[in-house]
């Protein structure tokens, strides 16, 4: 049995503290807001974020965390992603010398374009950052169905002892050296994901849906392998999996908020109906300039940035991307 911290009572948090509860770990669950944990100890239940699901007794929650760090084996850190660096900044005076943190969150910080674990390492140096990926909705989690993702780490020691954690008949965990591959393709399919929702929303069919997850994991890896992740990656759990799940799961905020935009509705107001922090709309900046940065084409990206940020109407979006200049599939495959 380990000692466990989850540092973000939000969906994914509280999916995650059950998971690891019931795969007999002494569990401690942290939140910034005070309310929300007098909700939970109250109510044991996230009745916005994860209803339906509740948390045992042994789960303790609390607001303190000084306490949370105090005796913790592994501190998952699943705050959303534009508070993991003021998190991570919290946290750095009460972290000991090689405490293992595992990132679960999802994104690119938008003014240094450094990946979550990055961040996490700039504000904790002293800690063991690893990170937890794949295509895993909270509200299965935490329902227990069967789930795979994929856990990376700078050592293999680390990874297999974080995949012993986590892993459960229900949870399985794969693991790979490959930390930038994995964070780039579960931030930047949030990013596509939106693409797919507006489709959606314009009433496109399953076709298009289709083009957009195909393309876009090309346009991931294209980028990523530019950056130094490896292309196997992205065939992966991390890359192609989550894109899938996220595209087309009626549990995805960013499939969501992309719908709504398809439906008329303006950034601001989808976001705010979907009432959950949409970690696409915060990566599609980021996104667009390390494209730039590494002059990598990526014509959905700069498409979805143009509809979020720039006025253009997404049917127009649309026809700018299916009316690009003719193009070969794989331009690296010979001819005979």
Not at 41 to 54: A, D, F, T
Request: charged share 25%.
């Amino acid at each position: 049995m380990a000692k466990i911290s989850v540092l973000g009572a939000g969906s994914w948090g509280t999916a995650l503290a059950l998971l690891l509860h019931n795969n007999g770990h002494d569990v401690l669950l942290w939140s910034a807001l005070e309310e929300e944990v007098r909700m939970l100890n109250e109510k044991r239940e996230n009745e916005s974020k994860l209803p339906g699901v509740k948390l045992p007794e042994e789960i303790r929650i609390t607001a303190d965390l000084e306490a949370s760090l105090k005796e913790p084996d592994v501190a998952v850190l699943a705050v959303p992603s534009p508070f993991t660096r003021s998190t991570a900044h919290r946290m750095a005076p009460l972290v000991r010398d090689g405490q293992k943190i595992v990132n679960v969150a999802k994104g690119i910080e938008e003014k240094t374009l450094m990946t979550l674990s990055d961040i996490i390492e700039e504000e904790i140096p002293n800690a063991d950052v690893c990170v937890l990926s794949g295509p895993s909705h909270a509200e299965e989690v935490g329902r227990g169905l069967p789930t795979t993702c994929v856990v990376s780490s700078k050592t293999r020691e680390t990874a297999e002892y974080l995949q012993g954690i986590f892993m459960s008949p229900v949870f399985r965990v794969y693991t790979t050296p490959d930390m930038l591959g994995v964070e780039l393709g579960a931030s930047l399919k949030n990013v596509i994901a939106l693409a797919a929702g507006t489709a959606d929303g314009l009433g496109y069919g399953d076709n298009t849906k289709a083009a957009l997850i195909t393309r876009g994991i090309t346009e991931i890896a294209r980028l990523g392998i530019k950056m130094g992740a490896k292309a196997e990656t992205f065939c992966g759990l991390s890359g192609i999996g989550d894109l899938i799940v996220t595209c087309a799961s009626v549990h995805s905020r960013n499939r969501k908020a992309g719908y709504l935009i398809g439906k008329g509705y303006t950034m601001q107001e989808a976001m705010d109906e979907v009432k959950m922090v949409v970690e696409g709309v915060y990566s599609a900046k980021a996104a667009k300039e390390l494209a730039e940065k590494y002059e990598v084409e990526m014509p959905i990206i700069e498409e979805v940035n143009k509809v979020l940020f720039d006025g253009k109407s997404a049917s127009e979006a649309v026809i700018d991307l299916m009316l690009r200049d003719k193009k070969l599939e794989a331009p690296e495959l010979p001819w005979d």
